[in-house]
């Protein structure tokens, strides 16, 4: 009985850390778009949802049982298959990749060696989601929409490759953990400033987000990759894309905004920022950078195909491979590459 | 240990079925997405054997770059599926032979191999137990001090490979408007618009 108990017990702890991390990402997820749509419309000088409930706050609830009620329709010339599995594909993979998040000191599920190459391999695959249901929906927009996005992530993704390798040089690990320890004296957005904005652009071509949203571009596109969609599909969709925009988000600020550290850690405020908890932090950085996410998706509009693919190819991935050679010098020249065991 | 003999032979077995679909499916498309598969199912086993920055680096590299250009150039590709099928037959034999050396290979090593005494000593990089540093560690010292002239040379393999992909498919057409940023931004008003005193009647 012990060593069946020596199993079982482990197993309930993780199902219970799982549930703990998924359900406030799915809360977070809901009031995302009811977010979104608020600060938008504050933009806009409108009222934005304003009905259900106080404030419109019941408005995320009422979008996800109105989507419960569809009818899930399947093209005749589709793929069922793979039609299928590339919404649940893209949902399970923007919620994987919270396994490895730091949520403060000790509080996190796998603290693997390797956790920023996770965290890039669940990015890398996320493009499967997109291209499987262009591709199965066999319909010419969903396909036009997965091919631009399957050769945006993949573009995009090197110069986040880039930036990714600027950091561990700064820190010579690959642990979450460590990486946002190594900022106790300062974060990396400082001394990597240009690394975090164009990280920052690189998320929301990653995520398909405004003014990088070519992958649905609606104008031309329809609503690309998923216009066959309907009802709970689409919302896995939905889903997917806001939980990868919160994930994104969680990586910008692992990697440069100190992840649960508090801001002005130092004499007279560090008795009082001591007092918040760092997984409020970690969430208050999260908001913050979505916040950006929000702010761009009302400010700049749509980005054409081949400008896109230029800023890719032809400016970040110079200029990241340039910073990686400048942040390798001056490690090097003033002595402050860290140090590794053996 | 039992746990870790489930999941190897559960992975284990969905890689060969999937392995087995990539040259069974009759789909192409379905054949690079069985594909991935045997790709994500190896990653498993090398975490499983403790490889974690392999597994890492197999998904990262294979899965997020090689096989969805690969997915990229199957679905843009016109197929014939049934022309596809015809040779099936006639390249079987050539296909069986190449597996059955393959095979043998395998067994002639599996059988045979023996691990020098003292091996470990004469190894090009001392090697410090396991538990004492990370994988990663352990390669990029290894990599970047015994074998650093054959990283790089296999790097530049790599770039000139690069390079001969993009001379063959580099070509200049006559008639092509390109948009030139630079031109675009240092544009001013002087350039473009020009105010003329036009007499009635008369035209520019």
Redesign the interface.
């Known amino acids: 009985m012990a060593s069946f108990w020596t199993f079982v017990w482990p197993l309930i702890v993780i199902v219970a850390g799982i549930v703990v991390i998924i359900i406030p990402v799915l809360i977070g997820v809901a009031y995302l778009t009811y977010a979104e749509r608020k600060v938008m419309s504050a933009m806009q000088r409108r009222q934005g949802p304003a009905l259900v409930g106080p404030l419109g706050l019941l408005q995320p609830v009422a979008d996800g049982l109105k989507l419960f009620g569809k009818e899930m329709v399947i093209p005749s010339g589709a793929n069922p298959g793979v039609f299928l599995f590339a919404p649940f594909l893209t949902f399970v993979l923007s919620l994987v990749a919270w396994a490895v998040m730091p949520f403060g000191a000790h509080l996190v599920l796998s603290n693997i060696n390797v956790g920023i190459l996770y965290l890039y391999a669940i990015s890398s695959l996320g493009v499967y989601g997109t291209i499987m249901a262009g591709w199965a929906s066999n319909s010419r927009y969903s396909f036009l929409g997965g091919l631009r996005s399957a050769a945006q992530m993949v573009s995009y993704e090197v110069s986040m490759g880039l930036i990714m390798v600027t950091v561990l040089l700064c820190t010579g690990s690959f642990n979450l953990s460590e990486i946002v320890l190594h900022q106790q004296t300062v974060w990396f957005a400082v001394p990597l400033f240009p690394m975090f904005v164009i990280f920052f652009i690189s998320i929301l071509a990653e995520t398909n987000r405004a003014p990088f949203d070519l992958p649905e571009g609606e104008a031309e596109l329809v609503g690309g990759f998923f216009t066959e969609y309907s009802c709970m599909n689409f919302a896995l969709f939905m889903l997917g894309e806001y939980s990868n925009m919160i994930l994104m988000s969680a990586i910008a600020v692992v990697l440069f905004l100190g992840g649960w550290l508090p801001p002005l850690n130092f004499e007279p405020f560090a008795p009082l920022v001591n007092l918040v908890p760092g997984p409020i932090w970690f969430a208050l950085k999260i908001a913050f950078v979505l916040f950006f996410f929000i702010w761009m998706r009302a400010t700049f509009p749509r980005y054409r195909y081949d400008q896109l693919m230029r800023l890719g190819w032809k400016i970040f991935l110079p200029f990241t491979l340039l910073w990686v050679v400048v942040t390798a010098s001056a490690l090097e020249i003033f002595g402050w590459l860290p140090k590794v065991v053996p | 240990m ?2 870790e003999s489930l999941v190897f032979y559960t992975f284990s077995a969905i890689l060969l079925v999937s392995g087995v679909m990539v040259i069974s499916a009759r ?1 192409p ?2 054949a690079v ?1 069985a594909l ?1 598969a045997t790709f994500f199912l190896a990653a498993g086993l090398f975490v499983l054997l403790g490889a ?2 392999l597994a ?2 197999l ?2 590299v294979y ?3 090689v096989a ?2 690969f ?2 150039v199957v ?2 590709l016109d197929i014939s599926f049934a022309e596809l099928r015809q040779g099936f037959l006639r390249y079987l034999p050539v296909g069986g032979l190449v597996g059955l050396v393959l095979v043998v290979e395998l067994l002639l090593v599996e059988l045979h191999w023996t691990v020098e005494p003292g091996a470990v000593a004469k190894a090009a990089a001392p090697i ?1 137990p396991p538990d ?7 390669l990029g ?1 290894i990599l970047y001090t015994q074998y650093f002239y054959l990283f790089q040379a296999s790097g530049l393999i790599l770039l000139i490979a690069m390079i001969g992909a993009i001379v063959l498919s580099l070509r200049s057409r006559a008639h092509v408007r390109r ?1 030139s ?1 630079a031109d675009q931004v240092g544009r001013r008003t002087e350039d473009a618009v020009a105010v003329r005193q036009v007499p009635t009647g008369g035209g520019v």
């Open positions: 039992i746990v789909n498309v379905h997405l991935v974690e920055f890492m680096t998904v990262i899965v997020g770059a969805v250009l997915l990229f679905m843009m410090p004492q540093i990370s994988n990663s560690h352990a010292h948009q940023i």
